[in-house]
């Protein structure tokens, strides 16, 4: 009669154990027991994805004609770095401190969520778009000097698409979306924003280079044709000088 009660409670234990593991439960577990390095670790992960997403995007053109994509790894582990160390942190401090600003402000209200849509886009984006612009060049290796070059030329039109996009996602992230998880759906914007400043710099260098190629046809056509030129006046300088030798 001893051994009846162990017995009775073990089918029990047996069926908690076969319970499956709900990975949505788990990520908000991790959420809230490691919550920085939860964000951190997400976002170096889809950092590492939207280049890999842009990659595919640029050599969609080789698969079409029967070519193999060729996935490079190094810009993806430069992305999780960038986005484990930087990015996450920065935008994790940044909602805490706009929670911090506006606490004593009704978060449902309309009022509230467009005040820190306005702030959040006067402040804090364009610092967080020109960082995204100079991490996406710096994984491609450009130098400062094209980086500051690509700034002046494009960051105006950079941070007004940043402007339209982003304020869209904060009035449903300040409206809808808890604390713990703003930060993740950021991320996940921010997955195919890297993907579209990626290609926008490769085109920056595409176009650079074909300029360069297209300068030094030019030179080395222009050279040819002066050098023909002086050949040709050589020439006929040096025939006079023919004609009297031949004489004497």
Request: aromatic share 10%.
């Amino acid at each position: 009669m001893s051994l009846s009660k162990p017995l009775s409670l073990l089918p029990a234990r047996q069926e908690k154990r076969r319970t499956p593991l709900n990975p949505v439960d788990l990520y908000l577990h991790l959420l809230s027991t490691f919550p920085l390095s939860t964000k951190c670790t997400t976002a170096g992960l889809l950092g590492a994805v939207s280049v890999f997403l842009a990659q595919y995007l640029q050599q969609r053109d080789v698969e079409r004609k029967g070519g193999k994509i060729v996935f490079r790894t190094e810009p993806a582990v430069k992305q999780f770095a960038l986005g484990f160390a930087v990015r996450a942190p920065i935008v994790h401090f940044w909602f805490n401190f706009m929670e911090w600003v506006f606490k004593g402000w009704d978060s449902k209200s309309f009022r509230t969520v467009l005040m820190k849509i306005a702030v959040e886009q006067a402040l804090f984006q364009p610092f967080f778009a020109a960082l995204n612009m100079i991490l996406a060049a710096r994984v491609e290796g450009c130098s400062m000097e094209d980086i500051q070059g690509r700034l002046k030329a494009s960051f105006g039109r950079v941070l007004k698409t940043a402007v339209r996009l982003w304020a869209v996602v904060g009035l449903v992230q300040y409206r809808f979306v808890p604390i713990k998880l703003r930060v993740f759906v950021a991320n996940l914007v921010a997955l195919f924003w890297n993907a579209y400043l990626i290609l926008q710099a490769d085109k920056k260098n595409t176009s650079k280079r074909t300029a360069a190629d297209e300068r030094r046809d030019e030179e080395t056509e222009n050279g040819s044709s002066s050098a023909q030129q002086e050949n040709a006046k050589e020439k006929r300088k040096g025939r006079p000088p023919q004609k009297e030798s031949r004489k004497s």
